[in-house]
T-cell receptor
Framework: GEDVEQSLFLSVREGDSSVINCTYT??????LYWYKQEPGAGLQLLTY?????DMKQDQRLTVLLNKKDKHLSLRIADTQTGDSAIYFC????????????FGAGTRLFVKA | GAVVSQHPSRVICKSGTSVKIECRSL??????MFWYRQFPKQSLMLMAT?????????EQGVEKDKFLINHASLTLSTLTVTSAHPEDSSFYIC?????????????????FGPGTRLTVL
């Protein structure tokens, strides 16, 4: 994931909002995704945003996209202990084929 | 969202043996499946792209004779780790691309299996 960068760790208190940031480099990205991975499990698609959108809200999740700065963020409102997991940012590149590039993942730790 | 299963979820084998991992799309037909490897506290590393009815496309540095991929049907892809060694121990995750419009996703969304933990002794 050398072209998609995320901070590796975030710690918040239960009930606070969490904001996980991601930067990407390829302007041809068409879709950007957020996945959640719990320990020992596969990846669960949380949400996605199309590159011509700048915001998407889905219950407690808000995705913001700044295409000019190639910056994507995921905000989790009212963070719960069950939100503790690794969150991966990913971009789908339109290079004539289908290739998804993942960031290294941000480990979210929620303190009770 | 769409469901992808993997089997087995965990396998321990002796060095030199071969291990087969299955990846199935349960409620959609996947013309393309992907195999990833994940090291502890690291991101997913794409190993290969598996296309139904044709040869897999391997990423640079991945030995195709070591990691055999077969995509025999629209719902099943298998990864066989041949002559496994301790350095092959890892978490292997497959994903399947839903070519249609899956609920909760886009037509190009990948849905991931739960992963297979391989330990080679």
């Amino acid at each position: 994931g050398e072209d998609v960068e995320q901070s590796l760790f975030l710690s918040v208190r239960e009930g606070d909002s969490s904001v996980i940031n991601c930067t990407y480099t390829d302007s041809s990205s068409t879709y950007l995704y957020w996945y959640k991975q719990e320990p020992g499990a596969g990846l669960q698609l949380l949400t996605y945003i199309f590159s011509n959108m700048d915001m998407k809200q889905d219950q407690r999740l808000t995705v913001l996209l700044n295409k000019k700065d190639k910056h994507l963020s995921l905000r989790i409102a009212d963070t719960q202990t069950g939100d503790s997991a690794i969150y991966f940012c990913a971009e789908k590149r339109d290079t004539g084929g289908f290739k998804t590039i993942f960031g290294a993942g941000t480990r979210l730790f929620v303190k009770a | 969202g769409a469901v992808v299963s993997q089997h087995p979820s965990r396998v321990i084998c002796k060095s030199g043996t071969s291990v087969k991992i299955e990846c199935r799309s349960l409620d959609f037909q996947a013309t393309t499946m992907f195999w990833y490897r994940q090291f502890p506290k690291q991101s997913l590393m794409l190993m290969a792209t598996s296309n139904e009815g044709s040869k897999a496309t391997y990423e640079q540095g991945v030995e195709k004779d070591k990691f055999l991929i077969n995509h025999a049907s629209l719902t099943l892809s298998t990864l066989t780790v041949t002559s496994a060694h301790p350095e092959d121990s890892s978490f292997y995750i497959c994903s399947a691309r839903d070519p249609g419009l899956a609920k909760g996703g886009t037509s190009d969304t990948q849905y991931f299996g739960p992963g297979t933990r391989l330990t080679v002794l």
